[in-house]
């Protein structure tokens, strides 16, 4: 392999999801053209291999993008040993545990994590960081903003990572504020876990518009309980598209009737919100409490596409106290989404990349002209395959360079009565 990162110019023979074979020519971080295989006609034998990537066999997609993370919490699965339930108990086994973190290790396992993504193809993160507890080591509140302002400077080049202050309800308004100061992009929370859900989302709001900042909020994560949907779309109505606003989880949005999940949506619509769905960690973390006929923890996810609202997905917790599981891989959210949210694949796949830019107000990205040269290739023959199988093969672009690469060798025994080894198995497109 060479040595990464590698500037890039031109990416050779890529297969298109619509069935198209292409060369796709980079101007620094942008598609500058797009032209059927083999037509590049300024590039000739002579082009410097190293700026040249060979994509024959691979599956050209705009990269994923992760619109809520936990790189905090990530990989404290094992560490912590918490009991399997519900958000409740989920909540208490990472208290105690936060309490002995410090911000070395904190950043120890973002770093791992983040590039676990990156890996897998994610080349932009938006990450919830927990306002601690003065209780921890040298009682800074700040060590897990101090270890995520950290990673973000150690990725620089390779990954865009956003910063959201988890302001839990017993965080101060001084602690959101501190967290701000220090580099955090975002003010977050989740309201619906405060004794006066609206109180503390207004309060919240407000530090926000104070600073001029946008927010992320946790919102309506249960199958029961308030809504804070409609305080939140009140509140950010008015405000500048500089200053975004997202909602994630709104797990009660999948649980109401129509009339009022339409009323709901219509107030979204106006705020022109972003909604973020996170089928992994609350397909595991809702309904422990329904033995018979469990209830699935999704938003409403083909009413909120079909309205038009601007729809994101993403992984939320990786191997935490929140979710035991989780492959660090947007192809796995996408897979979630076409068995448990009935997306179409390609609804899927655009959730997790494309959606999930347009909900973190990044710029447009994929394989047309103009659009930013954030890139996955897949070894696959097309999107059905990429999603089913997830092929570890794969060449990840950010802004225009090769940062990562992967490669994965089989081997079968031949089958009785043939000498030869098996062929790698490939699938049939139509």
């Known amino acids: 392999m060479s040595v990464l990162p590698r500037t890039l110019r031109l990416l050779r023979s890529a297969t298109l999801p619509d069935g198209r ?79 002995t973190m410090t911000t070395a290790s904190i950043a120890d396992r973002a770093r791992r994590q983040a590039l676990a993504m990156l890996q ?55 602690q959101v504020r501190e967290a701000l100061d220090l580099g955090v992009d975002l003010v977050g929370g989740a309201p619906h876990l405060a004794d006066e859900p609206d109180a503390d989302l207004r309060r919240l709001l407000a530090i926000a518009t104070e600073r001029g900042v946008g927010v992320d909020m946790h919102t309506d994560e249960s199958l029961g309980g308030p809504v804070t949907m409609g305080t939140l779309t009140e509140v950010v109505r008015d405000w500048p598209a500089s200053r975004p606003a997202t909602a994630g989880h709104c797990v009660r ?101 494309t959606g999930a830019r347009d909900v973190m107000r990044l710029p447009r990205a994929g394989v047309e002209v103009g659009a930013k040269a954030e890139l996955l290739a897949v070894r696959a023959v097309n999107l059905s395959d990429a999603v089913a199988n997830a092929s570890a093969d794969r060449y990840v672009m950010h802004a225009g360079r090769l940062v990562a690469q992967s490669s994965v060798s089989r081997s079968i025994a031949p089958l009785a009565g043939s000498p030869e080894p098996l062929p790698e198995l490939q699938y049939e497109t139509r």
Request: aromatic share 4%.
């Open 21 to 99: 074979l292409v060369d796709v020519e980079l101007d620094g971080d942008t598609v500058s053209a797009v032209r059927p295989a083999g037509s590049s006609a300024r590039f000739d034998d002579s082009t410097d291999a190293e700026s040249t990537l060979d994509l024959d066999g691979f599956l050209l997609l705009p990269a994923p993008a992760e619109p809520h993370a936990h790189l905090d919490k990530a990989l404290s699965w094992d560490l912590i040993d918490p009991p399997m339930g519900d958000l409740g108990l989920a909540i208490e086994s990472w208290k105690r545990y936060a309490a």
């Open 120 to 174: 897998n193809g994610t080349t932009a993160i938006r990450c919830h960081v927990d306002l601690l507890h003065d209780d921890g080591p040298a009682a800074d509140s700040m060590r897990g903003v101090r270890a995520l302002v950290q990673v973000r400077e150690e990725l620089a080049g390779l990954v865009d990572l956003e910063l959201v202050a988890l302001a839990g309800p017993n965080a101060s308004d001084a």
């Open 253 to 353: 949005l999948g649980t109401l009737e129509p009339v009022e999940l339409d009323r709901l949506i219509e107030g979204i619509l106006a705020a022109d919100l972003g909604i973020v769905t996170l089928p992994i960690t609350n397909l595991y973390l809702q309904g422990w409490q329904h033995p018979v006929s469990t209830p699935r923890g999704l938003t409403a996810v083909r009413a909120l596409l079909d309205a038009g609202v601007r729809l994101g997905a993403g992984a939320d917790n990786v191997r935490d106290p929140f979710n035991p599981v989780g492959r660090s891989d947007a192809l796995e959210t996408a897979s979630l989404l076409v068995t448990a949210g009935h997306l179409t694949l390609d609804e899927a796949y655009a959730a997790v990349s």
